[in-house]
């Protein structure tokens, strides 16, 4: 069974930096894409970021050039590097992933992880 594990999340003072991992566990699948979203209480979730697999990265007009996505298919991994952080970033991140399995298109979520940053 392939799913979506995150860890990284946590508390942090504004200014600081956090890097979330999601690990793609199970076997014979493909990643298309694997991207970021974020859920603060009372709004929707929304798209942090995004990266095609072997190609570009799309960004959240409010993170960028604080927040760096990363893949590395060795690990099947995928991190999000989130700097200067500030009170805004406060949401749940959840994991997603565009997958082949091994034709079959599939998006899976991961469980979430609390970002908290305090001021």
């Known amino acids: 069974q392939v799913q979506l594990v995150e860890s990284g999340g946590g508390l942090v003072q504004a200014g600081g930096s956090l890097r979330l991992s999601c690990v793609v566990s199970g076997s014979n699948f493909v990643i298309n894409a694997m991207g970021w979203y974020r859920q603060s209480p009372g709004k929707q979730r929304e798209m942090v970021a995004l990266?095609?697999?072997?190609?570009?990265?799309v960004y959240a007009e409010s993170v960028k050039g604080r927040f760096s996505i990363a893949t590395d298919t060795s690990k099947n991994t995928v991190y999000l590097q989130m700097n200067n952080l500030n009170d805004e970033d406060t949401a749940v991140y959840y994991c997603?992933?565009?997958?082949?399995?091994?034709?079959?298109?599939?998006?899976?979520w991961g469980q979430g992880t609390q970002v908290t940053v305090s001021s």
């Open positions: 990266q095609v697999h072997g190609g570009s990265s």
């Open positions: 997603n992933a565009d997958l082949s399995v091994p034709t079959v298109r599939s998006e899976l």
